[in-house]
């Protein structure tokens, strides 16, 4: 035995791996003459596992192996040293901690590496391995920002004021420092009685320090108060009452108690007014966000969204960041809405002239499913809809982005049982969904279509598990049954039944058995050879000493439509040996039958005119001369068998009338050939004159 691989050098193993290998490729032993089990494997690669028959004539045998590079990954810390100690994952399922170089062994195709470590965000990145047999990755791991804090620095113009931020009370009156404020914006209220609260909205940066000053003096004397105004609009300036107070954001001191008209202007953008009542010592923020000047042609598309930080797209451009407004021309636009771990929000809008058209996107998380199968190539149905990845493709292996919650996943493939399983997607992370799909036997249909299509007497055999009961009348035989058993198929084209049954003409009941085998079949036709052996006697008459045995042996060709009708034809030899008349004793005048032995009228007088020469009443020359004429035989010869053999030719329809039920007709005969004794009411009284060589029968036929 020779075994080699490609490449060389690889370990052999025998039968398995527990007695450890018996060499490296290429390899040269001998074996014994069996199946055996060859396995064969190399670092890098793929195990190869053959079974490989050693013969006993051949001296040299010879096996090559050609392995196949097995897919890794290798992950490497040596772009950051924080990589150490990470937790690495290939499409969910944990590979172990970095601690240096890590190699991980996997399977073509496209994987979701994920690599993880406190303190710092998950890296996620997809590879693929279709083309690449191995691949090197020097990821960076991204610290998980910290808080950042700043200083505020609280003034007054009052001693021993009280100091909130953000509605909590400060340990410290003014004035105060308050340390570790984290960055971003505050609210600072002061407090001094009996005067009204001062308030005011200050924006904390990191490592620095704000300082901010109250007025409380004006308010402890009542009569006046503060009105801050804030706005968006670039460029915009503050009016109270007429009177310009200068750009925004501005706050209007020593405003006095009662009504009074705020306006905001800017360029571009319709003036913004409002009614604030002023308190004494009150302190208010009044927002303008003012509408732009439309065109005549234009109008406004407003975006909102309940997620933050989703990413606004109008007619393909990127415009910013929910919520977002922007004027656009008068028509149909498209708008998406579009966020990391969400299904992106796309709509198709009709904007009108001079209007605000406000459109609230409902973004849905979603998170990818990765579909395999063995074996690949199956149809995915998700929510009973067909799936389809990013690049068009419908079958597995794919990758899929799937909304959040509960998804209901079904493969199809042709051949095999369908897999159906429930997953919960969670929003931003990959699910891998691996199926071993199982084959599948027929279908209801398909079990209805076979059963519908069976044929008793058609060359196509029965499959293993189904029969057929036939009901038949006719001539010579007046009545038949017949069962048969279908006992399997070796492949498509070859296939076997038998049957067993019974049929009667009166003067002979036989019982016979039967065999068919299928040598070919091809949607529409079929063929097959066939034999029967029939044996039988008078029926409750064993004195008569009447028998016979019948075999046939011949062919059958067959051509089926639309598995409704079958018309076969059949060509066969068919060899009899039959005993009309029971055995003698003795010869001539003293020639006699057997004590108990009950002959026909035909056998005793013709042993009383042929054998014993005396002359009987009631039997005629012309009845002996039509005995010997149909068995050839005369004498003492007439109480032997009779032997012969006939070729026949048949002409079957099969009809299927109902799913388990056929209508069966048979027309055969023996053209231009000689009589069959048996069938002459000579030797049985039921039947005509003559062999009629042309015989019929029709009946029923029940599947199941």
């Known amino acids: 035995m020779k075994i080699d691989s490609a490449p060389q050098g690889a370990q052999v193993y025998i039968g398995d791996k527990s007695c450890g290998p018996v060499g490296n490729t290429p390899w040269t032993g001998t074996l014994n003459a069996a199946t055996v089990t060859v396995i064969v494997e190399a670092a890098g690669y793929e195990p190869a596992i053959k079974s490989f028959k050693v013969g006993r004539v051949r001296k040299v045998q010879e096996l090559f192996v050609p392995l196949t590079r097995q ?38 195709g496209r994987h979701l590496i994920e690599i993880k470590k406190e303190g710092f965000e998950t890296l996620t990145q997809w590879v693929d391995l279709s083309t690449t047999p191995a691949l090197t990755l020097t990821p960076t791991l991204k610290a998980v920002a910290k808080a950042k804090y700043g200083t505020i620095v609280v003034e007054a113009d009052v001693q021993d004021a009280e100091v909130y931020v953000d509605g909590n009370k400060h340990p410290d009156n003014t004035p105060s420092v308050i340390s570790n404020v984290i960055e971003g914006v505050h609210v600072i209220e002061v407090k001094k009685a009996p005067g009204p609260p001062w308030r005011q909205t200050v924006t904390v940066v990191a490592n620095q320090q704000t300082k901010v000053r109250a007025e409380l003096a004006p308010l402890l004397h009542g009569g006046v108060g503060v009105i801050r105004v804030l706005s968006d609009a ?22 006095k108690a009662g009504e009074h008209i705020v306006q905001v202007k800017a360029s571009g953008f319709k003036t913004g007014e409002k009614k604030v009542t002023v308190t004494a010592g009150g302190s208010q923020v009044v927002k303008f966000d003012l509408n732009p000047e439309v065109a005549a042609d234009q109008g406004t598309i407003k975006v909102l969204s309940a997620v933050p930080e989703a990413e606004v797209i109008i007619d393909g451009a990127v415009v910013g960041k929910a919520p977002q407004e922007k004027k656009v021309s008068a028509g149909e636009h498209s708008v998406m809405v579009r966020l990391a771990g969400y299904k992106p929000f796309e709509q198709k809008v009709r904007v009108e002239t001079g209007k605000v058209l406000s459109i609230m996107a409902d973004l849905k998380g979603v998170g990818r499913l990765r579909i395999l199968s063995n074996p690949a190539g199956a149809s995915v149905l998700i929510n009973g809809l067909p799936a389809k990845d990013k690049d068009g493709r419908d079958k597995t292996p794919m990758d899929v982005e799937v909304e959040t919650g509960k998804t209901i996943v079904r493969l199809e493939m042709p051949g095999f049982v369908a897999s159906e399983e429930t997953i919960n997607i969670q929003g931003g992370q990959t699910e891998t969904l691996s199926r071993e799909l199982s084959i599948a036997g027929k279908s209801e249909s398909e079990l209805k279509n076979e059963q519908k299509g069976l044929s008793s007497w058609g060359a196509r055999a029965l499959p293993r598990g189904r029969s057929t009961v036939d009901f038949d009348a006719g001539y010579p035989y007046f009545g038949g049954l017949r069962i048969t058993v279908g006992a399997g198929r070796i492949s498509q084209q070859w296939g076997f039944d038998a049957s067993i049954g019974v049929r009667t003409m009166f003067a002979r009941t036989e019982l016979g058995f039967g065999g068919r085998m299928m040598v070919a079949n091809q ?50 030899l068919e060899f009899w040996s039959d005993r009309h008349c029971p055995e003698i004793n003795g010869s001539g005048a003293s020639a006699s039958f057997k004590s108990d032995a009950k002959p026909t009228k035909a056998c005793d007088g013709y042993l009383k005119t042929a054998v014993r020469g005396e002359t009987v009443d009631g039997f005629t020359p012309m009845e002996r001369a039509r005995m010997e004429e149909l068995t050839g035989e005369s004498g003492g010869d007439m109480f032997g068998r009779d032997y012969g053999v006939r070729f026949m030719l048949s002409l079957i329809a099969e009809i299927a009338v109902r799913q388990r039920w056929n209508l069966f007709g048979i027309i055969e005969g023996a053209p231009f050939q000689d009589e069959r004794a048996l069938f002459t009411d000579q030797f049985s009284g039921p039947m005509a004159e003559e062999d009629l060589v042309l015989y019929g029968r029709v009946g029923l036929s029940y599947k199941f």
Do not use: C, H
């Open 234 to 255: 670039p460029g915009a300036r503050a009016n109270i009452d007429g009177i310009d107070m200068g750009p925004v954001p501005v706050d209007i001191k020593d405003v």
């Open 71 to 108: 897919p890794q990954l290798e992950i490497r810390a040596d772009a950051d040293p924080s990589l150490v100690g990470a937790t690495v994952s290939v499409d969910g399922v944990a590979q172990g901690t970095i601690q240096g170089p890590m190699v991980i062994k996997t399977t073509a």
């Open 523 to 572: 949607e529409p036709f079929s063929a097959a050879l066939f034999s029967n052996l029939w044996y039988g006697t008078k029926l409750f008459d064993n004195k008569s000493e009447r028998n016979g045995a019948t075999f046939d042996a011949g062919i059958l060709a067959s051509l089926t439509a639309l598995s409704n009708v079958t018309i076969t034809g059949r060509a066969y």
